[in-house]
């Protein structure tokens, strides 16, 4: 059975970070792209930042344009999990964040776990 558990959200102000961790079961971790995608009051829910599994890549990650430069998505595969470091947070960082794994850009499994809010406000 696949699970994810989000933490590491909470209410912080503009400019300020947070490190998010996602602790995931049920399938083979350290073989698998993982990804962290969010979803903000009334928007779809959209990939941000994904973490390949190839050693030979240096776990080559990529970013959405919107937080670029100022998240760092970073995996530990012997405790099967996958940290998102936020950096400069804006506003429009708000959001529910959630982790999957990643199979050509969408997530791979429908099962999704609680999430963890970032609220990002004064």
């Known amino acids: 059975q696949v699970q994810f558990v989000e933490s590491g959200g909470g209410l912080v102000q503009p400019g300020g970070s947070l490190r998010l961790s996602c602790a995931a079961s049920?399938?083979?971790?350290?073989?698998?792209?993982m990804g962290w995608y969010r979803q903000a009051p009334g928007k779809q829910r959209e990939l941000v930042a994904d973490?390949?599994?190839?050693?030979?890549?240096?776990?080559?990650?990529s970013y959405a344009d919107s937080v670029k430069d100022r998240f760092t998505i970073s995996r530990d595969n012997a405790r099967n999990t996958v940290y998102l470091q936020m950096n400069s947070l804006k506003p429009e960082d708000t959001a529910v964040y959630y982790c999957n794994s990643v199979g050509q850009g969408n997530p791979q499994f429908e099962s999704w776990g609680q999430g963890t809010l970032v609220t990002v406000s004064e």
């Open positions: 049920g399938f083979h971790f350290s073989s698998s792209t």
């Open positions: 973490i390949s599994w190839m050693r030979t890549t240096n776990y080559a990650d």
